[in-house]
Nanobody, 124 residues
Framework: QVQLVESGGGLVQAGGSLRLSCAAS????????MGWFRQAPGKEREFVAV????????YYGDSVKGRFTISRDNGKNTVYLQMNSLNPEDTAVYYC?????????????????WGQGTQVTVSS
């Protein structure tokens, strides 16, 4: 069992940066691939990024490539999402999730545990 708690969201101006954190409970954190998804009002939940359990591999959604960076610290049971060059289209609730590391990492059903989300709002 893994419990996930996101933090770090807030209000930022366009062009600014935020770093989200996701703290996990449970001794098996390091065995999970960790992902970030987001959901904007009136839209479906969207894949943002995923990182392998070792941290050696990371993949990103097309809309955030080159701007967002996912990382993890297994010693602290925490995964991070560094978000740079934010724009209003990045406004959403951001969720972290833990999964088995499926090749279908962009699909929500491949993740077993979810956090409750943190709001990110980017003003123009």
């Amino acid at each position: 069992q893994v419990q996930l708690v996101e933090s770090g969201g807030g209000l930022v101006q366009a062009g600014g940066s935020l770093r989200l954190s996701c703290a996990a409970s449970g001794r098996t954190f390091s065995s999970y691939a960790m992902g970030w998804f987001r959901q904007a009002p009136g839209k479906e939940r969207e894949f943002v990024a995923v990182i392998s359990w070792t941290g050696a591999n990371a993949y990103y959604g097309d809309s955030v490539k080159g701007r967002f960076t996912i990382s993890r610290d297994n010693g602290k049971n925490t995964v991070y999402l560094q978000m740079n060059s934010l724009n209003p289209e990045d406004t959403a609730v951001y969720y972290c999730a833990a999964g088995s590391g499926s090749r279908r990492y962009q699909e929500q059903y491949t993740y077993d545990y979810w956090g409750q989300g943190t709001q990110v709002t980017v003003s123009s």
